[in-house]
């Protein structure tokens, strides 16, 4: 939280001091294993972290996976996600390990499934950061934040495939952790549009995942363009 102090003096010639409090800054990942579009991405200093799944693992061919989730934490100071592929859970303790040891600020990715829960009750019990993936509902993220999960991560874009409204699942977690005051953010996964962020953002989601080509909408305005062009115009009648 952001927390700030207002000075007022009372007729009496007292000073009360107000203490404001604030939320933090919605917090911007990258959805991405492309190490181009990551750079990219850090050179605005907007990014704060990263996500990757086994899909966009994949799209970057054969790689060396722990080297490139290692290269991935020296290009962005902030949590990166690396999911497990084990569907059990002494699968998913051996995986989870492993990838926590790649580097301080990998953040271990598991499904919210029976076997992923007691996975994730055991890794944070022993300080590995856990982002919980796949979440749909609300009793899904409730499981996931008292097994433990840094993160859970609802899928909005995919619930609104479905003809149900994403966005109404985040209201609901964001009411939910903080009537019980669960040690767990919201990370909006699956986010097809700006608008998805901005809901998030007024709802008061933690952070919000977005592919590259999601990131370069949020700076894109036609107006911004076209004021732009006439500036340059003008400036060139005169001092060309």
């Known amino acids: 939280m952001i927390d700030s102090t207002l000075s007022q003096v009372e007729p009496s010639g007292d000073t009360v001091d107000f203490k404001i409090t604030g939320g933090s800054l919605m917090k911007f990942f990258l959805d991405t294993a492309n190490l181009n579009e990551i750079r990219d991405a850090a050179s605005w200093g907007a990014i704060d972290g990263i996500t990757t799944n086994p899909t966009l693992m994949a799209k970057e061919g054969r790689v060396d996976f722990k080297e490139h989730i290692h290269t991935i934490c020296a290009i962005v100071d902030g949590p990166v996600s690396a999911e497990v592929v084990a569907t059990e859970t002494e699968g998913m303790l051996r995986e989870g390990r492993e990838l926590a040891s790649i580097h301080p600020n990998v953040m271990v990715k598991i499904p ?91 709802i008061g989601a933690d952070i919000a995942t977005m592919p590259f080509k999601v990131l370069q909408q949020l700076v894109k305005h036609p107006l911004t363009d076209i004021g732009l062009q006439q500036f340059l115009k003008d400036w060139e009648k005169v001092f060309k």
């Open 112 to 202: 919210c499934t029976t076997e992923g829960l007691k996975a994730i009750r055991i890794l944070s019990q022993e300080g590995v950061k856990i982002n919980t993936t796949l979440v749909f509902s609300a009793p899904q993220a409730i499981l996931a934040a008292k097994a433990g999960a840094t993160v859970v991560s609802p899928f909005v874009g995919r619930l609104d495939d479905i003809s149900h409204h994403g966005m109404e699942l985040i209201e609901q977690l964001r009411q939910i952790i903080d009537n019980y005051e669960f040690d767990t953010e919201i990370l909006i996964g699956s986010v097809r549009h700006p608008v998805h962020i901005v809901q998030g953002a007024m």
